[in-house]
Nanobody, 124 residues
Framework: QVHLVQSGGGLVQAGGSLTLSCAAP????????LGWFRQYPGKEREFLGA????????YYVESMKGRFTISRDTANNAVYLQMNSLKPEDTAVYYC?????????????????WGQGTQVTVSS
């Protein structure tokens, strides 16, 4: 089990940028890949992308390419979601999640540890 703590989020104007952080206090992320999701009210969580535990491999769903970037700081056991050119439709609760990795370059598609979620609101 990995306890994930998220930070960042908040209110931003359309066109602005925001960075979300996800950390595992006192615990190494090694052997876990990390992913980011978002959830609209009344909807299922939507997968955005993920990164391997080494940080060398990433995967993004097509709609996220170009605006969102996932990065990893292995020294500080943190993962980030950099969001640029934000739109009102990006307003949602964002979650990070950890999933077991079979290798350092493996980008997981299943996740079993979740952060608490953080609200992102983009005003028009």
């Amino acid at each position: 089990q990995v306890h994930l703590v998220q930070s960042g989020g908040g209110l931003v104007q359309a066109g602005g940028s925001l960075t979300l952080s996800c950390a595992a206090p006192g615990r190494s992320f090694s052997t876990y890949g990390l992913g980011w999701f978002r959830q609209y009210p009344g909807k299922e969580r939507e997968f955005l992308g993920a990164i391997s535990w080494s940080g060398s491999s990433t995967y993004y769903v097509e709609s996220m390419k170009g605006r969102f970037t996932i990065s990893r700081d292995t020294a500080n056991n943190a993962v980030y979601l950099q969001m640029n050119s934000l739109k009102p439709e990006d307003t949602a609760v964002y979650y990070c999640a950890a999933g077991p990795a079979v290798s350092s370059d493996y980008v997981p598609r299943t996740f079993d540890n979740w952060g608490q979620g953080t609200q992102v609101t983009v005003s028009s």
